[in-house]
């Protein structure tokens, strides 16, 4: 798989307006797998093209969420707000949870404690199957919980917030042109039957033709609807 150089920069960026305005708890942290604090209000511009272990694209966010001083007594979530998505869905696995979006909106994911000074990987990803860009806000919430089942969960603060800006440009990739001669024809039909039958190697990001995600006889039966153009 091809890697598109990343590029990895920060600069202040305003809270999407429904996040909270301002962070009134600092007893959580955005940092990075080597445990740096992100600052508030910090954008990431994400554009390494890597495969997750299903062997879908994706590009990750390399976050994590840090306890700094909240004990295991404050419950804490991760807000997040989509601006843009051209394709393909946002996958964020916190705390357990994995939630998955493929739309413009906000979102949140489950309520869960770390212990103090533990991370825990957000497992924040764009997982593209064309070219183009992604924008989400994440901020963190706090709370308190009392009850056990089912646990009652009241708004206690929230953390920093951090944009992520991800970027897949790689125009040289044809939807269809799986053989990678430049021409989608039926030569391309034969080596995706191929590879699904697992005896031929194709160009994978052209092999979604029909952009679910998964590359099986459906995509077969859209390129050979797409060569007859229909």
Same mark, same amino acid.
């Given at each position: 798989?091809?890697?598109? #150089?990343?590029?990895? #920069? ?11 305005? #301002?962070?009134?708890?600092? &007893? ?11 600052? !508030? ?11 997750? =272990? ?20 404050? $419950? ?7 601006? /843009?998505? !051209? ?19 906000? $979102? ?30 994440? /901020?963190?919430?706090?709370? #308190? ?21 991800? &970027? ?18 039926? &030569? ?20 979604? =033709?029909?952009? !679910?995600?998964?590359?099986?006889? &459906?995509? =077969? ?10």
């Amino acid at each position: 798989m091809k890697k598109i #150089t990343m590029l990895f #920069t920060l600069m202040a960026s305003v809270a999407i307006t429904t996040l909270a305005a #301002t962070q009134d708890d600092t &007893n959580f942290a955005f940092v990075d797998a080597d445990g740096n604090e992100v600052v !508030d209000g910090t954008t990431l511009n994400l554009s390494t093209l890597e495969q997750n =272990v299903d062997g879908a694209d994706m590009i990750a966010s390399g976050l994590w969420v840090k306890n700094l001083s909240g004990g295991t007594s404050t $419950y804490l979530r991760v807000n997040y707000t989509i601006t /843009q998505i !051209d394709n393909g869905t946002f996958q964020i696995c916190f705390p357990t949870t994995c939630n998955t979006q493929s739309a413009v909106g906000a $979102y949140s994911t489950s309520q869960g404690s770390l212990l103090t000074d533990a991370t825990s990987d957000l497992q924040a990803e764009w997982l593209p199957i064309a070219e183009g860009e992604g924008v989400v806000t994440l /901020q963190i919430e706090t709370f #308190t919980k009392t009850g056990t089942f089912p646990p009652k969960y009241t708004h206690k603060g929230y953390g920093p917030t951090v944009t992520l800006h991800f &970027n897949r440009a790689d125009s040289s990739i044809a939807i269809g042109d799986v053989n990678g001669d430049g021409i989608i024809d039926i &030569n391309d039909v034969t080596a995706l039957i191929g590879a699904i039958l697992g005896n031929t190697t194709i160009i994978e990001d052209a092999a979604d =033709v029909n952009g !679910d995600g998964i590359t099986d006889i &459906n995509d =077969v039966t859209a390129l050979i609807g797409a060569i007859l153009g229909k």
